[in-house]
């Protein structure tokens, strides 16, 4: 059998653990009747008492507790109430060994139970096969065993039998998926895998180069990337041949083979290398086939810009010849009249003021100032057609395009322009589709010549930019272009979960039922804020004819407050960044977190290294710069760690880790329960080798950058991080809510103006949240109501002209379930669907009926703007505490003037995933030090008062010691429970 380890120490423990949850111990520890006989035939109470703990823990959980250690304290004190027996005595329960053996033997045969056996243990992993067929995660594999023993009347078996039947599974599991995968590969296929490892002594590998990043926005790494997606279609790999495992599989073996050099690979065995190639290999055409697409978007996308800015600066240099030729004719026009009023030749009036000759040649200068392209953007469009035909004709070739019904004039239109490359024809033919064309486009294709061969193209691959993002035409083997439907959960179990009532959302699933209940409470909130507006009665909200005024919100921070925190931090250890993540790992752990790619069970054996390179992250320095300002490191020793332990998934773990440690502090539970966030963008600009992942942001202006998204609970601890651009903050707000690993768990979230639309109020209600963004635009916006604006005079001048349209909600509402479905569930991202949502045609169906529903819940919040001023002062004081994060966050991100030089995606989000790191580990420091120093001052006599300490903020970094030399230091060692010391200030003038 083989000898694998599968569970950590912490995962075994974990194993076992009972949970905090009333229900389940409640349902844990009845005891029927029947139990309560068997119960009183043991005599003394302390037997009595072992015996029902026992009998509680094998039938509810499946095991016995330690029996050198107290069962869990809510199983203990519930069935001693019900015995009414003393809980302490369970000390003296089975005093002889062989009394509690007994008790088991009995218990056993009550409850039916069997012993784990060879036969049960091959049941046992057969039963495991097809839940390792997707996933190697122990700890998971380890639950389902469990189960399935206790469904099974299995007696639990030690923790080292479950471990060695789950490496059995996972290893013929693991065989599986190797023979899944290169079962269909005939030789000339492992011939052609074999050659992609093949490399000269200066050259990349054929692998190497499959695998490269496009680089700068241009045509020429366009046709790279094609070139790369030909040669992997090239090899012509069997149809489907990934499809033959679970995708979490194939994704982790994709990210190994990624990580390894072509001479590591060639070091596997046949079935293994191969295996791991094809997953490469798959992965490698869906993001070469994703980046082609984006590639385009943004060539696209500068084109356009470049038109416009082209445009302005011809309006700029011709503005004041523009004004001239204004004050001309308005001399002429002037002398017209006069000569009309008097009788006068009108063309002796236009000599009079300005000679025949410089009057033609100032119509033929204002001819060429009226040109269309002077005013008219698009009709520059065309100078960078050559930009444009470097690569179109081989991108189209190169990619397969399918559509719904409502793109197919666009389809043809791709056809169409496929043929004119191929044939290389210098017309478009007369019978091209034309219905796909948009009204400002119209007047440049159709020509009274015929179709504009220029701007058509650029029209068809203008307007394929939008259907991609929709959904409307999708591209086979893409992973973020692909049909919208294969996104969500299939039909088939969604219809199950429907009629189980199991769909896990925070809504009544009946469509009456739901509506009903929502315009109920639509309409007692409509009555209720019409009548205090009728009366006056909202505090600081005028609503008249000519709309809504709120009133800002007063400084609510006590005057006491700055002095307090300059106290309170003077005290304060002044440490290195180093230390301070030494010493934090030192309370939390949160490095056992970063494991080996390929053993979830390996740590570094180095902690000071993969602390290292997680700073190099976060302070934005680099590995390379890091290996120079870090002494007894090196750059390839750094480059390992971040090889094999650094990834997304470790550093969201850590974070979890850190916040958790950060929501038990009683100080943190001052500045709030964990229940409430924010979130918010962070603009970084990139370096010229960054380019490719940096965008224009209209928000940010035109220097290309892109945003680290960031969620903050209100105990001042970042639980989520992504990097983000060109898209609007609200697409990525739910991510953050459904994705994070932390035990936060959030009902309510504030964004600023960026953070809403109507989609995601909608998604957020669908999904159990309250969304309460700070729109800055507030008076612009309306009430929705079904119903006339009459009903409510005090409100009226707010009530949209627009009625809601409930049918919408009701035609649409399987597919509205369906989707909130499959994002909870975790079959698609949240920000994934609100992309193509707000890129779908105002005439889609289920776009429109999630709007109805946000303008419900728009309406809904916005009553409860104007009539409750807490809600005012929440919402502030949580975008208050996001702010203060982005500057802590930008004064750790200090090198390289804080710009991101990073070419890939990957690794900006490593940088990213590090700075939210360090600002955990700084604001679980802070909090920490904080409170150490509160209790000094209290037990100094200084008298504190509660509203003081809720005001200040774990947020400083004037004290911690950023850059220099980061070493980590050795002699001081603080042992467990052991702090430094705090400083001494002068404190005589507070104890006034």
């Known amino acids: 059998m083989p000898r694998r380890q599968i569970l950590s120490s912490d995962e075994k423990e974990r194993l076992l653990v009972v949970p905090d949850d009333d229900i389940l111990l409640a349902r844990i520890c009845f005891l029927n009747e029947q139990d309560l006989i068997l119960i009183k035939k043991h005599r003394r109470p302390p037997n009595r008492l072992g015996f029902a703990i026992l009998l509680c823990y094998l039938r509810g959980l499946g095991f016995t507790p330690d029996k050198n250690a107290l069962p869990h304290d809510g199983i203990l004190s519930r069935v001693a109430e019900r015995l009414k027996l003393n809980p302490d005595l369970w000390q003296k329960y089975a005093a002889r060994e062989e009394t509690r053996w007994e008790h088991l033997a009995e218990l056993y045969r009550y409850l039916q139970l069997v012993p784990f056996s060879k036969p049960l243990q091959k049941m046992c992993i057969s039963h495991l096969y097809p839940h390792a067929m997707r996933t190697d995660k122990g700890l998971i594999l380890a639950e389902e065993m469990l189960i399935w023993l206790h469904n099974n009347n299995v007696i639990f078996p030690s923790i080292d039998v479950v471990e060695r039947t789950l490496a059995e599974a996972t290893t013929i599991a693991d065989r599986a998926v190797f023979t899944a995968l290169t079962t269909q590969l005939e030789p000339q296929h492992k011939t052609a895998l074999d050659n992609l490892l093949i490399s000269g002594d200066e050259q990349l590998s054929r692998l190497a180069w499959l695998l490269q990043p496009p680089g700068k926005i ?60 094809v997953c490469v290999i798959s992965e490698a055409r869906a993001t070469l086939t994703d980046e082609i697409i984006e590639l385009h978007e943004r060539i696209l996308g500068s084109l356009f810009s470049r038109a416009k800015r082209t445009q302005a600066e011809r309006l700029q240099k011709t503005g004041k010849l523009i004004q001239s030729k204004l004050k001309q004719y308005l001399t002429v026009g002037q002398a017209l009249l006069n000569a009309r009023e008097s009788g006068d030749d009108p063309w002796t009036a236009i000599e009079g003021v300005l000679p025949w000759p410089e009057f033609v040649a100032s119509l033929e200068e204002t001819q060429f100032l009226a040109r269309k ?27 397969q395009f399918k559509a719904t019904p409502t793109a197919l004039s666009l389809s043809e239109a791709l056809e169409t322009l496929k043929e004119i490359y191929r044939k290389q024809l210098r017309k478009v033919p007369p019978s091209a589709p034309i219905n796909f064309i948009p009204e400002n486009w119209k007047k440049l294709v159709i020509t009274p010549s015929g179709i504009d061969r220029k701007y058509y193209e650029f029209c068809v691959l203008n307007e394929l930019k939008g259907a991609l993002r929709s959904g409307d035409i999708w591209v086979k083997g893409s992973r973020r272009y692909q049909n919208f439907d294969d996104y969500l959960i299939p039909s088939a179990d969604f219809e199950k979960l ?12 009946d469509c009456q039922k739901y509506l009903s209940s929502r ?12 009548a205090m507006a009728i009366a006056g009665d909202l505090h600081d909200v005028d609503i008249s004819e000519n709309g809504v005024k709120v009133t800002p919100l007063d400084d609510s921070v006590p005057s006491d407050v700055s002095p307090f925190a300059d106290l309170v931090y003077a005290m304060l250890p002044r440490p290195k960044i180093t230390e301070i993540l030494d010493e ?39 590995i390379t710069k890091m290996a120079q300002s870090c002494p007894g490191t090196t750059k390839s020793s750094l480059e390992g760690i971040q090889a094999w332990y650094i990834r997304d998934e470790t550093y969201s773990a850590a974070l979890a880790e850190l916040v958790n440690t950060q929501k038990k502090s009683p100080l943190a539970a001052v500045w709030g329960n964990g229940t409430t966030s924010s979130s918010d963008g962070q603009n970084f600009r990139v370096g010229s080798h960054g380019r490719y992942a940096g965008h224009v942001n209209l928000k940010y202006g035109p220097e290309p950058g892109v945003q680290i998204y960031t969620h903050i609970s209100d105990q001042y601890s970042p639980f989520y991080t992504q990097v983000i651009s060109r898209v609007r903050d609200s697409t990525h707000v739910l991510d953050g809510l459904l994705y994070h690993e932390s035990e936060l768990e959030i009902t309510e979230h504030y964004t600023d103006t960026a953070g809403f639309t109507e989609h995601v109020f909608a998604l957020m209600h669908l999904l159990g949240f309250a969304f309460c963004p700070r729109i800055r635009d507030l008076p612009e916006k309306k009430l929705f109501i079904k119903g006339k604006a009459e009903q409510y005079p005090g409100l009226q001048s707010l009530i949209s002209s627009t009625s809601l349209d409930i049918r919408e909600i009701e035609k649409h509402w399987h597919e509205v379930l369906r989707l909130a479905t499959s994002i909870k569930q975790g079959t698609v991202t949240a920000s994934l669907m609100l992309k193509k949502l707000a890129s779908y045609p105002k005439q889609n169906g289920l776009a429109k009926a999630l709007r109805e529903i946000g303008r419900i819940e728009r309406t809904l919040f916005m009553l409860d703007w104007f009539c409750d001023p807490e809600l005012r002062r929440r919402v502030q004081a949580g975008l208050n505490k996001g702010e203060a994060r982005n500057a802590l966050a930008r004064a750790i991100f200090m090198h390289r003037l804080g710009e991101i030089r990073d070419r890939g995606l990957e690794n900006q989000s490593y940088r990213a995933c590090g700075l939210t790191l360090l600002t955990a580990a700084i604001t679980l420091w802070n909090t920490v030090y904080i409170e150490r120093a509160i209790e000094s001052l209290k037990r100094k006599g200084i008298q504190i008062h509660e509203a003081l300490i809720s005001h200040l903020s774990p947020l400083g970094w004037e004290h911690i010691n950023l850059s220099g030399d980061y070493i980590w230091r050795n002699n001081l060692k603080l042992g467990s429970g052991k702090y430094r010391p705090l400083r001494a200030v002068n404190i005589g003038r507070y104890k006034k």
């Open 498 to 509: 429907l009629k189980e009532t199991q769909l896990p959302l925070a809504i009544p699933t």
């Open 373 to 399: 392209d002077n005013f008219e953007p698009l009709n520059l469009i065309t100078e960078k057609y050559s930009t444009l035909r470097k690569y179109a004709p081989r991108m189209l070739s190169a990619l």
């Open 519 to 530: 315009m109920a409470l639509l309409s007692s909130r409509l009555e209720e804020v019409n």
């Open 218 to 277: 241009n045509g020429k790494n366009v046709l790279q990337h094609i070139d790369r997606l030909n040669a992997i279609e090239g090899l012509a790999l069997p149809e489907g041949i990934s499809l033959s495992v679970h995708q979490n599989r194939l994704l982790k073996l994709a990210r190994e083979g990624r990580k390894m050099n072509s001479r590591d690979l060639a070091k596997f065995s046949e079935t293994r290398r191969y295996a791991m190639l």
């Open 584 to 622: 934090v790992d030192g309370w939390s752990g949160f490095t056992h977190h970063f494991t080996h790619l390929k053993n979830n069970h390996v740590r570094p054996k180095n902690k000071k290294l993969l602390l290292t390179t997680i700073l190099a992250d976060g302070i934005n320095l680099g």
